[in-house]
C-alpha cells in the first residue's frame, strides 16, 4: 500500500520534472526582505519562523540561476508621499512598528544579503499587502515571456494566497516550494499549504525542484 506521504513526493516530482524546460520559468521571492525576515523585522514571529527555511530558500534560487532561471524580489518599499494604508487590521501593526516610514533605498526594504545577487530582478511596489493587485510583478514577467512562477518567501498567511489566487487568474501556471515558503505559527502555515494553497497552485519541494533543474534542460 502506498501511504499519502509516497503519494505526496511522487505528486511533487512530476511537478518539477514538468519544469525540466527551464523556457518561461521565473522565480519570485516574496518580501524576504530585512524589514520583513531579517533581525529588524517588523513582524519577528514570522521573522522567527521564517529562520528555518531560508536556507531552504537559498538553495532554490542558487539552482534557478545555475539552471538560467530569472529570480524576481517582489518586495515592500513603503508608501508614496500621502499614500494610505488599507483598513486591514495587519496594516496596524505593520505600522505600529514602523512599516509607513520605509523608503525605497532604506535597509529595511532590501532584499537579505543570503538571498540577492546582483543579476536578480527586484520589483518594489509602494501600495498594498498584496504584491500583485496594482502592481507590475505579473506585467513584468508577461513582458519576460513567463509563463509559470514557482512563488517562495512570506507568508503563507497573506501574501503568498493573494499572489498566487492573481497570478493563477491571469494564467500564469503558479508552483510553490513548500519548503521555501511559510506563515505563522508554523501549524498555521502547515495547514494553509495544505487546504488553501494547494487549491491555487501545485506544492513541490526544493530538493525536487533543484534535481530536475541540474538535469540537462529539455529542448522542445
Known sequence: MTSSKDNGSTSSARAAEAMADRAGLAVVCVECQNGVIGPE??????????????????????????????????TFE??????????????????????????????????????????????????????????E????????????????????????????????EDGFRVVVARDAVTGSPAEYARQALRHTIAMLADIVTVDDLTAAWAAPAVRA
Open 41 to 74: 523585522s517588523v513582524l519577528p514571529a514570522l521573522a522567527a519562523e521564517t529562520h528555518a527555511v531560508v536556507s531552504d530558500i537559498a538553495r532554490l534560487v542558487t539552482a534557478a540561476r545555475g539552471a538560467g532561471i530569472p529570480v524576481v524580489h517582489a
Open 137 to 168: 510583478l505579473l506585467p513584468v514577467l508577461r513582458s519576460m515571456g513567463i509563463h509559470t512562477i514557482v512563488l517562495a518567501g512570506v507568508s503563507v498567511n497573506v501574501a503568498l494566497p493573494l499572489t498566487a489566487a492573481d497570478a493563477s
Open 78 to 135: 513603503g508608501f508614496v508621499v500621502g499614500g494610505r494604508p488599507g483598513k486591514a487590521p495587519l496594516w496596524r501593526a505593520l505600522n505600529g512598528a514602523g512599516a509607513d516610514r520605509w523608503q525605497p533605498g532604506d535597509p529595511a526594504t532590501q532584499v537579505v544579503t543570503e538571498l540577492f545577487d546582483p543579476a536578480d530582478i527586484v520589483l518594489g511596489r509602494r501600495q498594498g499587502l498584496s504584491p500583485t493587485r496594482g502592481t
